[in-house]
């Protein structure tokens, strides 16, 4: 093909691309126009529902139009309504983002009617390529795909933009409100405040770790006792040690162990962070990058599973892979092809394309071998056949205790991929041998729940109402976490979870150190401005918009019903604000009022009121919320103008718990209660 500005040209096809979203939603001064050069964020034009919603041209970081954006689209544009082009095909990416970022440039672009098809590619490959080529659908047949994706951007919008303004202007520092980064956000706030406020408690164990033979036998009793209780623990490890401990069973059984599934996103993510530290946003932009390469097919995959359709691909990449000296061999197995279990795309794999490793970063080789070593595990022609044990140690009728070893006979896959033995290595002790114990209290403290790191949050987010307490097999916990997917309950897709993940960094809402998240005063400050004004975006709320939206994609309800949905619920969190008849305009270091002590200005502070004269050693300040009740702005100029307010209600006694009303006053220089 011949390369043009913007696009390539030959043997009848044009092929011109659109570098991300070169539009975005306008906004809210494109539906309530200002005659502010600058607009500032006001209450007057809140809250915003377009009735038809507006893309533009995106913008720069200075709100004007990107130039680089406008140039592409007129090509674009041009492309489109050149009189020899009579069919255009989307070959956006392969997901509801890559539907309407392509369908949004064609419906700016075309002036008059053309054919529209689709092409759907699993990985960019030559051969997939050709192939997909040959069974170009109609675009029409991805409408409820396209539906679904307006659907997510519009409500996105309307809950972003409305409640964004709302909650900054009400603060008075920026706050990013959204159905996403705030359930991500309020998970690491909830379990850091969980570790913050824990107080250890001391308990006792009873733990035996006499030698027999000459090997340390560690039996550790179900039996715990709490700190007041030492006497009976006591008394229990006497009755244990005067009892004979002897080997009671002895299972030994030889066993096949499988390897891991086919990576998806998010496991991949989790393997990487775990062994790398490898942040989510690193990960992903490598493996776009191996994908766009045509190494490695559609990143953001949320299955572990390929489709059966697909088994002609994989003997091929079969092939390509046995040529590097790997034992493969193709076998069907509903371990591998479910076809139950793919929503959108199978699971991770590499391609029939093989890269130069000497080409590859260090980085690209980390994430590239990851999905090759899995990929060898499963399709490995050599079973991992393992030596299992387990010996019953009986004390008395008191007490069994398992004691479990595994010892891997044929090491089969795990030659090519991770895997970490759990079980013990475990003495040779036969049936009807004594053990010798020395059972004794030995003093625990109970641990804090521990700090999210990027395998658990992830884990968190595909499943967030999963009950951790529940023992569940392996079986039941995936089925679950699908089930969970399929219904649109999880926090985020993989298409999208990283993308937030990175802007709540960026925000410094959390910090990422190694590969663990924490909260940080910004995201504390989120939490709880927002707990304040009730907006309750939690992770029922996230998950029931995610379930509205499976329901537009199954066609089971419209874009318009969700939009609908989500105005309701904004309606709702403003009428309560214009019951209450507060105004809060403005910004932190809006002046507010004089101070009634020094007579220099009080200004809005991120917690509340304060004399700019602090630096004269002036004292006075307000926070924003006084026994539970935001102090608007309004209030605030009334009391500092007036010296006291109107009676007010919703104020609650820290003492007793109970709300009571009041009016706020000046009094020597500190705000009161008057009753």
């Not at 209450?580 to 991120?606: E, L, N």
């Not at 209600?649 to 007793?656: L, Q």
Request: with cysteine.
């Amino acid at each position: 093909m011949t390369k043009h500005d913007g696009y390539f040209e030959g043997g009848g096809y044009i092929i011109t691309w659109a570098f991300g979203h070169l539009f975005s939603l306008a906004d809210v001064e494109a539906y309530c126009p200002s005659s502010e050069e600058k607009p500032r964020w006001t209450m007057d034009n809140l809250p915003c529902f377009p009735e038809t919603f507006k893309f533009e041209i995106k913008k720069d970081s200075s709100k004007k139009t990107d130039s680089g954006a406008q140039k592409q689209f007129e090509i674009i544009k041009t492309l489109c309504n050149r009189n020899d082009v009579d069919t255009i095909i989307n070959a956006g990416d392969a997901d509801r983002e890559g539907e309407i970022i392509v369908r949004t440039c064609i419906d700016k672009a075309l002036d008059g009617k053309k054919a529209l098809k689709r092409i759907w590619l699993p990985d960019q490959t030559p051969q997939t390529v050709q192939e997909a080529m040959k069974s170009l659908k109609d675009e029409r047949e991805y409408d409820n795909l396209a539906n679904e994706g307006y659907a997510r951007t519009y409500t996105d919008w309307l809950y972003g933009v409305n409640l964004t303004r709302y909650a900054t202007l009400r603060a008075g520092t920026l706050l990013r409100v959204g159905r996403v980064i705030v359930p991500i956000v309020k998970a690491i706030y909830d379990r850091d405040m969980a570790i913050r406020n824990f107080v250890p408690d001391i308990y006792y164990a009873l733990v035996s770790k006499a030698e027999t033979r000459g090997e340390e036998i560690e039996l550790i009793s179900k039996n715990k006792y709490n700190k007041n209780e030492i006497n009976k623990a006591k008394e229990l490890c006497e009755k244990y040690n005067a009892a004979q401990a002897v080997v009671t069973a002895k299972k030994k059984k030889k066993d096949k162990l499988n390897p891991g599934k086919l990576y998806s996103l998010t496991k991949l993510q989790n393997y990487l962070g775990k062994r790398y530290k490898m942040s989510m946003a690193e990960s992903l932009e490598i493996l776009q990058g191996l994908y766009e390469k045509g190494y490695v097919t559609y990143p953001r995959t949320n299955s572990e599973y390929l489709a059966s359709a697909e088994q002609g691909k994989i003997k091929t990449i079969l092939k390509s892979v046995k040529e590097l000296g790997y034992p493969v061999e193709f076998r069907f197995d509903k371990k591998i092809f479910d076809d139950s279990k793919i929503e959108s795309h199978s699971a991770l794999t590499p391609t029939y394309k093989i890269p130069d490793k000497t080409k590859l970063t260090e980085n690209e080789m980390k994430v590239y071998s990851a999905i090759m070593r899995r990929f060898v595990a499963v399709f490995c022609s050599e079973e991992c056949i393992t030596e299992k044990t387990e010996i019953t140690v009986s004390v008395g009728d008191l007490e069994q205790f398992s004691l479990k070893g595994t010892v891997i006979v044929q090491p089969g896959w795990t030659a090519y991929d991770t895997y970490t033995r759990k079980d013990k290595i475990l003495p040779a002790l036969e049936k009807g041998d004594l053990v010798n114990i020395d059972f004794k209290p030995v003093e625990k403290e109970t641990t804090p729940p521990r700090h999210y790191t990027i395998e658990t949050l992830n884990n968190y987010l595909k499943n967030p109402f999963k009950d951790e307490k529940a023992q569940l097999s392996e079986q039941e916990d995936e089925e679950a976490e699908y089930r969970a997917m399929f219904e649109g309950l999880e926090l985020g897709t993989e298409a999208t979870r990283t993308g937030i993940i990175d802007n709540a960094r960026k925000s410094e809402y959390i910090l990422l150190k190694k590969d663990t998240y924490t909260i940080l005063p910004a995201g504390e400050n989120l939490i709880k401005s927002l707990s304040r004004m009730n907006i309750s975006m939690d992770k029922f709320k996230t998950s029931q918009m995610g379930v509205a939206l499976k329901k537009v994609f199954r066609g089971e309800s419209t874009t318009a019903d969700a939009v609908e949905m989500v105005k309701g619920e904004i309606s709702a969190i403003f009428a309560e604000a214009m019951q209450k008849g507060d105004s809060f305009d403005g910004f932190v270091g809006d002046v507010i009022g004089k101070c009634p002590v020094c007579g220099a200005d009080v200004t809005r502070t991120r917690f509340g009121y304060g004399c700019s004269g602090y630096r004269e050693g002036c004292k006075f300040s307000s926070g924003n919320v006084i026994c539970g009740k935001v102090i608007s702005v309004d209030t605030m100029k009334k009391l500092l103008q007036t010296g006291t307010t109107d009676l007010m209600s919703g104020f609650v006694s820290k003492r007793t718990g109970k709300e009571f009303s009041a009016k706020l006053a000046l009094e020597a220089g500190k705000v009161v209660f008057r009753f």
